[in-house]
């Protein structure tokens, strides 16, 4: 053999070597040679390569990390778009989803599911030509994505070339799967950059999704990404099943997760969503619930996809979640009304996707009923979006000389001495001028269900009455008199004081419901303001209105009627709201909206979950527009507006012979 092409063939046999040591390493988890012996045979290959870089394959691992630094990261189109799923949280949904495959199929026989883990991170999507990597890119909104090539390569357990042996490779395919952190690799992590006084991560999946867009692959290579894939695409090959195509992917070299099962009915698939809701916890990795797709991809392609996610598939959520962590220390808050609240102040600890280190402990019966003290180790839960809460307290673990905690006798802010009201939990700060409750109301009127005033969130509010420039919420509109002031202030250019007087002018087209809301009155959300609003449809008659009259508003109760008069009958609120109507806020519903009425008389309900709006958003609309929303249908319903996985609501309009929209064609009517 002439000595080029032994030396070819060197470098071809050091890549299958390593190749395959790689797999073993990253993949299986069960090396078969030492540290040293793999180093040496990847220092031969470097080497060569070095010394001959005309045979350098793009599958060699020395190529994973490339040295250029990536300026920006493309957006790349999805040759299929890459999309969501819809969420069920109980065994009745997936039974319901269960029910609709079998009508939509029109079969009565049992539908085989596979059940897989959902795990927690990244998606992404990666493409491979005549069995190489090619390109590798994140999901984006499910249509573009940010093409991550480059960083994406650096992940070990992602095969450059894939296996061919015994296969026939497609030339052109596409794997899908999530690129995640193992829990303890992500702690390490987030130590060694608390070390180096950077910036903690939250939770793994932030992780994994900030270091996909480093644009230095170098840096990619030195933090533990791993993948698990799960999806495969092929215009070439006609694929059976999901299960099986789990197998292939395995088989030509992937990383698959390893829990993923057949079943061969719901049932199956129920009994193995109960198992995981357990057993998730000793996972290394993070996983916030179960996908279930229906197993043969032909009746995939039956079922079709509806326009953010497949017909075929559901993801079923965990419920809570539970972790034991330490009770450092009790802090009282002050909130807008003056409640003083406790607070837990928590050893930091990864929950459900985020790192908690504080918990609200409601109130003095609360830490009584539960017996929590200082040193205490407590159980904290947290299911989806909820927020974290203690549930117990773990009396085994309680230091032998605690103690219960005491209340407070004085507002730990201003220091006032605090009111005990009888018959009430709550303890009150009642000192007016109180700054906490100064920045809570003035928060409160900035944020964004009330006056929306972008850039006035509670780090300004917080400065601003600090340094007196707010003093009551109304002082808001007369800031622009003191622009000089505030351009000076450290934090701030010209620009984005600017952009923040704007945004307070801006705030002044706000609805009459939103500004009676934002007055931040006891009782007195947003959904009961906007029925005071659209009862009453003037401040100076809500003013007059007496306790019995509030009452007799449908949903209004004797607390809520008592809070508003109590309210009106402060001067110092009076006073705030004639500041206000003077700068220009309404205190009226405006004429033109009443004119814009094209729903009014109809009533709608609402179904199913839709694509542009949540429910609330839609409500919303419907009732800008004159028209009202119910929650149950009936022959006095106008129009279901159904969403997808409509349930009994769409059946019983159907039955009834009640209008059913879709939401484009709600979106029609909207104009
Ligand atoms: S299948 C159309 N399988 O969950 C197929 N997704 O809300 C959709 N995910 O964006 C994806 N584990 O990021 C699938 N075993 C799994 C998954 C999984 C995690 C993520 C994925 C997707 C999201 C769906």
Request: aromatic share 10%.
């Amino acid at each position: 053999m002439p000595q080029n092409d032994k030396i070819k063939k060197r470098i071809s046999d050091l890549i299958d070597q390593i190749r395959t040591h790689d797999y073993n390493y990253y993949i299986l988890a069960e090396s078969k040679i030492s540290d040293y012996e793999y180093d040496l045979l990847y220092q031969e290959l470097k080497q060569l390569e070095t010394e001959y870089p005309e045979f350098i394959k793009p599958d060699s691992p020395t190529q994973r990390v490339g040295s250029d630094l990536t300026k920006d990261f493309p957006s790349v189109q999805h040759t299929t778009p890459m999309l969501s799923l819809s969420n069920s949280y109980d065994e009745q949904d997936l039974y319901d989803f269960d029910k609709r495959i079998k009508n939509m199929l029109k079969t009565s026989d049992e539908i085989e599911y596979v059940a897989e883990l959902k795990i927690d991170g990244v998606s992404l999507s990666i493409k491979y030509e005549n069995g190489f990597f090619s390109k590798a890119a994140t999901r984006g909104d499910g249509f573009f994505g940010e093409e991550v090539t480059n960083n994406v390569k650096t992940i070990k357990s992602i095969p450059l070339k894939v296996n061919s042996k015994n296969h026939k490779i497609p030339a052109t395919f596409e794997v899908r799967g999530e690129v995640y952190m193992e829990i303890e690799e992500f702690k390490k992590f987030n130590e060694i950059r608390a070390i180096e006084g950077l910036k903690l991560f939250a939770n793994p999946r932030n992780s994994s999704a900030g270091t996909l867009k480093l644009q230095d692959p170098k840096q990619v290579a030195k933090r533990p990404l791993d993948i698990f894939v799960y999806y495969l695409l092929s215009e070439e090959r006609k694929f059976d099943s999901q299960f099986s195509n789990l197998e292939y992917l395995k088989e030509i070299g992937f990383k698959i997760n390893p829990h993923s099962k057949l079943c061969k009915n719901i049932d199956e698939v129920i009994e193995f969503c109960r198992y995981w809701n357990k057993g998730r916890a000793k996972l290394p990795y993070e996983t916030d619930g179960i996908v279930v797709k229906v197993n043969k991809i032909n009746l995939q392609e039956k079922l079709g996809n509806i326009a953010k996610s497949p017909r075929w598939a559901i993801a079923y959520k965990f419920a809570a979640q539970k972790t034991i962590t330490k009770l450092l220390d009790i802090t009282w808050q002050v909130g807008r009304t003056g409640a003083v609240t406790p607070v837990a102040e928590l050893e930091p600890v990864l929950l459900a996707g985020s790192t908690i280190s504080r918990a609200t402990l409601h109130n003095r019966d609360e830490i009584q009923r539960k017996d929590v003290r200082i040193g205490d180790s407590v159980y904290l839960e947290k299911g989806g979006d909820v927020i974290p809460k203690i549930v117990e307290v773990e009396l085994s673990k309680r230091p032998a000389d605690s103690k219960p905690t005491e209340m407070p006798q004085k507002c730990p802010v201003c220091g006032n001495k605090l009111f005990f009201p009888e018959n009430e939990v709550a303890v009150y700060c009642v000192n007016i001028e109180c700054p906490a409750q100064i920045k809570g109301q003035i928060e409160h009127f900035a944020s964004r269900g009330a006056m929306d005033i972008e850039g006035l969130g509670k780090s300004l509010v917080d400065l601003f009455v600090d340094m007196k420039f707010l003093n009551s919420y109304t002082d808001i509109y007369f800031l622009k008199n003191i622009r000089n002031k505030l351009i000076t202030l450290e934090r701030f250019g010209e620009k984005s004081i600017d952009n923040l007087l704007n945004a307070i002018e801006k705030s002044k087209e706000r609805t009459f419901d939103k500004v009676l809301f934002a007055l931040g009155i006891r009782f007195v959300g947003a959904g009961v303001a906007k029925k005071l609003a659209n009862e009453f449809k003037d401040i100076d008659v809500i003013k007059k209105t007496s306790v019995d009259k509030f009452e007799q508003v449908n949903e209004i109760g004797p607390s809520i009627a008592k809070s508003l008069v109590s309210f009106f009958s402060n001067s110092k609120n009076n006073e705030n709201i004639e500041k206000l109507k003077q700068v220009g806020l309404n205190f009226k519903i405006e004429a033109s909206k009443k004119e814009n009425n094209i729903f009014s008389g109809f009533t709608f309900v609402l179904t199913g979950t839709l694509a542009k709006f949540t429910r609330e958003e839609a409500k919303q609309i419907i009732e800008d527009l004159g028209g009202k929303v119910t929650s149950s249908v009936s022959a006095k319903t106008t129009y279901v507006l159904a969403g997808e996985n409509a349930g009994s609501k769409l059946d019983k309009a159907k039955n009834l012979g009640v209008q059913i929209l879709n939401e484009e064609q709600f979106i029609k009517r909207l104009g």
